[in-house]
């Protein structure tokens, strides 16, 4: 028999992975472009703070949530999760309906290059460029904040801290690696495709743990929230095929799939 534990760290890690490897390639997508712009000793400055604040912000996040009682966790927690999962995978499902472009890393690469060439006072010599360490600290904390959400309350609701910090932190040093391998954007990773399965998680795991927290008794415990996953993975894509079949009837063509956002 399969144990709870093991599931829900599985799960947690999974999800905490995945969600890092979203955000660290828009992240570094605008890092490089930094870097090449305005100067790499800016670029990692900048970065290396901005990950330095997401890293405290975890520890003081999740030592305030220590104090909170497990079952009103698991309510609180829950309740979140769900419309933050909704508005995750709300992008996510509007592509699959070809009703919103897919993101292409490429081309947010090649409008940065061309904002930062333009838009900042030039670097001089060899003194540290300030503006250009502000984009990329801005990139990595704003990209790294739904990160720390989800780590905080994925880690402290499901007793997972150190898996949920260890996924992310895993996924950050995959991005870093291949960054400095190729020095340029991650254009193959499936950001897509991935979202659509953090925004799965996520809404799966708000449902789960709202009712634990209301003392719904799961069947089967946490082996219901793979069968949660796949009802909610299943209605998402269902959604989808619905929305992309109207817009076919109403003799609209679905959305290209240039744009980058």
Request: net charge positive.
């Amino acid at each position: 028999m399969i144990e709870p534990a093991p599931i829900q760290n599985a799960a947690v890690a999974t999800a905490a992975f995945l969600a890092s490897l979203v955000e660290c390639v828009e992240a570094l997508t605008i890092v490089l472009a930094v870097g090449s712009v305005r100067g790499w000793l800016c670029s990692l400055v900048g970065a290396f703070l901005g990950a330095v604040l997401l890293v405290l912000s975890i520890i003081l996040a999740g030592g305030a949530l220590l104090h909170v009682a497990v079952n009103d966790l698991h309510i609180v927690i829950g309740a979140i999760l769900l419309p933050f999962g909704v508005s995750w995978l709300r992008k996510p499902v509007l592509r699959v309906a070809r009703l919103k472009a897919l993101r292409n890393e490429a081309v947010i690469f090649d409008r940065q290059i061309a904002n930062l060439g333009c838009g900042l006072p030039a670097p001089r010599g060899y003194r540290l460029d300030l503006p250009g360490a502000a984009v990329a600290f801005k990139a990595v904390v704003i990209e790294g904040a739904e990160v720390v959400v989800l780590v905080v309350m994925f880690g402290h609701t499901a007793g997972a801290l150190v898996p949920a910090a260890l996924g992310a932190a895993a996924a950050a040093f995959l991005v870093i690696t291949l960054g400095i391998a190729i020095h340029r954007p991650l254009t193959r990773v499936p950001e897509n495709a991935l979202k659509f399965c953090v925004g799965v998680v996520i809404v799966s795991f708000g449902i789960f743990w709202l009712g634990e927290g209301l003392r719904l008794q799961w069947p089967g415990g946490d082996v219901a929230l793979i069968a949660i996953m796949a009802s909610v993975f299943a209605t998402s894509y269902l959604w989808a095929a619905i929305l992309r079949g109207r817009t076919i009837r109403q003799g609209n063509q679905p959305g290209l799939l240039t744009k980058v956002s």
